[in-house]
């Protein structure tokens, strides 16, 4: 309904006007658009006073048939991929690289848990507690600066593996080491740096992965997967640290991060170097 009702006013620009008459069967459609898009009537009106809006909304799902500017006519369609499990057949590297994905997003599980145990053993104040989540918001954020330059003469793969060396670094000094304040900072900004190095390698590196028919399938395997172990990892979490302790939490995430680590180190091959080596 938003969206009819911006295409409704005067502010909106359909993108076909500027795309030209051949460049997508969009502008096939884009008269229609252009008459909605720049119809005399006050934005208002058409939010509360007006059938347009549904109207507008019915035409632009019918528009959304169209590929994006630029496209051909034979791609404008909907391209046939291979389904999911032949995805991960055909691409034993995906496949490898969904593995990673799918254990360092268990590894998470953690994370909701570190807080409430740092809070068990420290007197933590409101201003101690702002204190450390400064440092680690700071190092989420700062260490895509280092990363990125990494990552653009590297590979995401070496991001990830960095990242994950750091994050695992994190969790063994928290089970190993005295906890203290200074320590709570030090762990909170490494493991910072780690969960957010390990998101901007996964992320990105799927986009790597096969072509661009492929892309949109490998994304929403690798996501699906991701975002299970995401889901179930908390619940088992709970499970252990009400039963054994917060500790035995943290030993389940090393490992899995160790998992992930040499599966990513010994099986899976940076796909950017695969497809610089593709003929042309």
């Known amino acids: 309904l938003l969206a009819g009702c911006l295409a409704c006013s005067p502010l909106s620009v359909p993108r076909s006007f500027f795309s030209g008459p051949d460049s997508c069967p969009l502008s096939d459609y884009s008269f229609i658009y252009v008459e909605l898009a720049f119809l005399p009537a006050p934005l208002p009106f058409c939010c ?116 994950g060396a750091i994050w695992a670094s994190a969790m063994i000094a928290l089970v190993v080491a005295p906890m203290s304040y200074v320590l709570a900072i030090l762990f909170f900004i490494a493991m910072g740096a780690g969960v957010a190095g390990f998101r901007m390698s996964t992320n990105n590196m799927v986009f790597e992965f096969g072509d661009a028919a492929q892309r949109p399938m490998h994304i929403a395997v690798v996501k699906s997967v991701a975002e299970l172990s995401n889901a179930v990892g908390p619940l088992i979490a709970g499970f252990v640290a009400d039963t054994v302790s917060y500790k035995s939490v943290f030993i389940i995430s090393i490992l899995c991060i160790a998992s992930a680590l040499h599966v990513m180190y010994t099986r899976v091959t940076d796909p950017r170097n695969l497809r610089s080596h593709k003929p042309i």
């Open 48 to 163: 509360f006073g007006s059938p347009l809006p549904p109207l507008a909304s019915c035409f632009l799902c019918f528009l959304a048939r169209g590929g994006e500017p630029g496209c051909s006519r034979e791609d404008a369609g909907v391209p046939a991929v291979a389904s999911d499990s032949a995805l991960v057949r055909e691409d034993p590297n995906f496949a490898n690289f969904m593995l990673c994905c799918a254990i360092g997003s268990f590894a998470l599980m953690s994370n909701p848990f570190v807080i409430l145990y740092v809070g068990s053993e420290l007197s933590l104040s409101g201003h101690k507690l702002g204190v450390i989540f400064f440092f680690f918001n700071m190092a989420r954020t700062s260490v895509n600066l280092v990363l990125g330059p990494v990552a653009d003469r590297k590979g995401f793969r070496l991001v990830f593996i960095l990242s």
